[in-house]
């Protein structure tokens, strides 16, 4: 191969909240931290939602930390008795927490005088070592323990940490991707579909159904880091709907 | 306490899918499966969204089964290369997996004469000892394996499964919920709500800030499954929300 390949950078992500768990929250921010990781490189490689239960947490994190490159977590770090994914940090990390002066002194500058009550000096406590993450939207700060990246649930303000975090990320090889629409059901080309995958190993092929008015159709998307084997998978898969449709190309 | 209390009724939950993971495709099914469950009283306690790799799904689900009442899984029971879970079942509970009879004549009345193709019977292979559950949306069955339900990705045919599976299950105390909305950031009740939380250890209290054009307000959420501290512990809310209005009550 030509092109150089550097090794592949992955993630984890970390959703802390019992309001996800329970359908009274619906989820963005899974889906937007994928797109925001894989426009930049690093491949998601695993999820998982957990209630606000520090051991819970305690387990994702360490699991997650010592797998991937980097790990995410949103949710738990306001001022309320729920919020309890700093301390969780802490001991994961096996590290004391408490108000940090860094910290105090951002939100201290934010409220009006004598409106930094004990309740918003909470969201103060970050765990020892950890680097803060600036939140231009709401000021509370995220904060770097490692690997782990802890930011805010509320959707707006994890996006302005994801920005701020964003030049300290060292992201891989992009994934480029290649989408096929196929107007046939996937069983139609599911055959040599595996023979074109195995054909291509340096490629991954997913074969997503669709269904419409009970009409089912087909997308594929051919993805790899290399742009010539992009180009060969996604030309062998055109080859075989083309043959599929009885079409000649 | 007058009412009688049975056994929380708990679940995980294994998205399979790459698609999930590179953003290319939204979830749906978690919001969908978190109110269906809460519905019918079972606590969704733990979600994890993996790709399609069979180490890592045998890993979630082994891991998920061991620890709560159900499992559910959705996606990766198609026709093509890139659908693993139904083996991965197998290899997670040490079982040998074919072609499944039953499941085999459920398919060959399905399609057309002729168009039985062998892609197509690989939507047969369950694991041995599965028993099938119903897909009456596009006919390739689901199945369940110990306390593991194994459904399709696509939204809709995982939802008719989920009715499919639904009598099956046997759920636990309704979780009730109260919702109060509080024009006030959280950080303005959240040390009295904490000891209201204190106060009633059989509630569960949610503090949820929400923010649009700049102003913030917070949503309060009370859990229980009891009617009668439900309604102790919304009061004791209201009260603090009252006060912190300057309003009496």
């Not at 408490?98 to 918003?120: C, V």
């Not at 051919?222 to 449709?245: K, N, P």
Request: proline letters at 6%; charged letters at 25%; zero cysteines.
């Amino acid at each position: 191969m030509s092109e150089q390949e550097k090794k592949p950078v992955t993630a984890g992500f970390v959703v802390v909240g019992d309001e996800i768990l329970s359908g009274r929250t619906k989820d963005k921010n899974i889906g937007y931290l994928a797109d925001f990781l894989t426009e930049i490189g690093i491949d998601l490689s695993e999820v998982r939602i957990v209630p606000d239960k520090q051991e819970m947490i305690v387990e994702a994190v360490n699991t997650l930390r010592a797998r991937y490159t980097y790990v995410f977590t949103s949710g738990g770090i306001g001022p309320t008795h729920d919020d309890i994914t700093a301390d969780a940090i802490a001991a994961a990390f096996g590290v004391p927490i408490d108000k940090d002066p860094r910290a105090m002194a951002i939100l201290e500058a934010h409220y009006p005088p004598g409106e930094f009550t004990p309740a918003r000096q909470r969201m103060a406590r970050i765990p020892e070592g950890a680097d803060l993450i600036e939140n231009s939207a709401s000021a509370a700060p995220g904060f770097r323990m490692g690997n782990v990246h802890v930011m805010a649930g509320v959707p707006y303000i994890m996006q302005t940490m994801l920005d701020a975090i964003a030049p300290t990320l060292e992201g891989g090889d992009k994934m480029h991707s290649q989408s096929i629409d196929v107007p046939l059901p996937e069983s139609r080309i599911a055959e040599k579909l595996a023979i074109v995958q195995e054909n291509h190993p340096k490629s991954s092929i997913g074969s997503y159904p669709k269904a419409k008015d009970g009409v089912f159709t087909t997308q594929i998307v051919v993805r790899s880091r290399s742009l010539d084997v992009l180009r060969d998978a996604t030309s062998a898969v055109e080859a075989l709907v083309a043959a599929a449709l009885g079409k000649s190309i």
